[in-house]
């Protein structure tokens, strides 16, 4: 897609801090490191978000996943990893162009991460789990 910053970073017109490339896949540091190692996974093939992604391009990004979260991992050894995907404005994403975020989590570094996750469970009784379950199973 030529108007596609992450397109152009796999093609190479635009430099990035490669740390792997395959025939689908590239990765590269974030250029915000939101801590040290944050780095990027993206198709070389260009797809908006998870939900608009190929199976086939999806499994071969999900593995460049793991194979670059056990770099950093054996690199920088970090203190956990979370990795992060974000689909559609909404949830934060800002190119739309699909990437993973792999995020190394420190105890004594620089680790910029944050992410309240207030959970509800009283809101939902038993009824109303059966029903959402129904809900997406028949979508
Ligand atoms: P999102 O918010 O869409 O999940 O994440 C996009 C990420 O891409 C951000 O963390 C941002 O720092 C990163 N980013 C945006 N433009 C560039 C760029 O030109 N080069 C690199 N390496 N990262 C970028
Ligand atoms: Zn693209």
């Not at 992450?6 to 490191?33: R, V, W």
């Not at 998870?50 to 979260?69: D, F, G, W, Y």
Request: with cysteine.
């Amino acid at each position: 897609m030529t108007d596609c910053i992450f397109c152009k970073i796999t093609s190479g017109d635009i430099p990035s801090y490669k740390i792997y490339e395959d025939d689908y896949t590239y990765a590269f540091l974030d250029i915000s490191q939101v801590a040290k190692g944050h780095t990027l996974v993206v198709p070389k093939k260009h797809s908006q978000d998870l939900l608009e992604t190929e199976p086939e391009v999806l499994a071969h990004v999900i593995k460049s996943v793991q194979k670059v979260a056990q770099m950093v991992d054996k690199a920088l050894k970090p203190d956990g990893i979370n990795i992060v995907q974000n689909n559609r404005t909404f949830a934060d994403q800002s190119v739309f162009h699909l990437h993973f975020h792999i995020m190394p989590r420190y105890q004594n570094d620089i680790d910029g991460f944050g992410y309240k996750w207030q959970t509800h469970s009283d809101a939902f009784d038993a009824d109303a789990m059966t029903a959402l379950a129904d809900q997406i199973k028949h979508a």
